[in-house]
T-cell receptor, first 113, second 116 residues
Framework: DAKTTQPPSMDCAEGRAANLPCNHSTISGNEYVYWYRQIHSQGPQYIIHGLKNNETNEMASLIITEDRKSSTLILPHATLRDTAVYYCIVRVLNTGTASKLTFGTGTRLQVTL | KAGVTQTPRYLIKTRGQQVTLSCSPISGHRSVSWYQQTPGQGLQFLFEYFSETQRNKGNFPGRFSGRQFSNSRSEMNVSTLELGDSALYLC???????????????FGSGTQLSVL
């Protein structure tokens, strides 16, 4: 699976959009971009994933650049409850390795009043 | 629908002992995977079970083992505990149907193991 690079920490004011970048310059054509987050003392929580098109769900939006070498997770209106470590994961998907995620160090997002 | 349930939530053991952790997946989920989280190494994949068979294994010594029962519930065992085994052990479940390749994982809250 391709390696990812994320900033170690970011701050965001409550109510503003949080934009979390992820670099995955060695991504292959068959690798997906996944985002999970981990709130303190809890297990990771799935947020969103995509292959090459932008994706949006009730939690966030995922913007993948045309060359797929980087992506941005957008939380449109961050709240204090969004304070967490956000992990960007790039992985090939097949039924044999679906559950094997390689987590990096992630970005610690601090949402403040 | 109930989430992934892990028991116990906290556990204290001493070096040399063994420990068994339990995980009940979301109803209908057939795949259960285990992860270890430490401050130094982060989240690392231990192994995955599907239909009572180990399907994937991470880079951990043989002291770490697991199994899955016919109802998809899973246990992991660590024998001859070492201080470095102190960690948060997380279990995740997924549907893992053979024709679906983009399954998301649902994690439990973990078992915090302290080895003294």
């Amino acid at each position: 699976d391709a390696k990812t690079t994320q900033p170690p920490s970011m701050d965001c004011a409550e109510g503003r959009a949080a934009n979390l970048p992820c670099n995955h310059s060695t991504i292959s054509g068959n690798e997906y971009v996944y985002w999970y987050r981990q709130i303190h003392s809890q297990g990771p929580q799935y947020i969103i994933h995509g292959l090459k098109n932008n994706e949006t769900n009730e939690m966030a939006s995922l913007i993948i650049t045309e060359d797929r070498k980087s992506s941005t997770l957008i939380l449109p209106h961050a709240t204090l409850r969004d304070t967490a470590v956000y992990y960007c994961i790039v992985r090939v998907l097949n039924t044999g390795t679906a559950s094997k995620l390689t987590f990096g160090t992630g970005t610690r997002l601090q949402v403040t009043l | 629908k109930a989430g992934v349930t892990q028991t116990p939530r906290y556990l204290i053991k001493t070096r040399g002992q063994q420990v068994t952790l339990s995980c009940s997946p979301i109803s209908g989920h057939r795949s259960v995977s285990w992860y270890q989280q430490t401050p130094g190494q982060g989240l690392q994949f231990l192994f995955e079970y599907f239909s009572e068979t180990q399907r994937n294994k991470g880079n951990f010594p043989g002291r770490f083992s697991g199994r899955q029962f016919s109802n998809s519930r899973s246990e992991m065992n660590v024998s001859t505990l070492e201080l470095g085994d102190s960690a948060l052990y997380l279990c995740a479940s997924s549907l893992a149907y053979p024709d679906k390749t983009n399954e998301k994982l649902f994690f439990g809250s973990g078992t915090q193991l302290s080895v003294l």
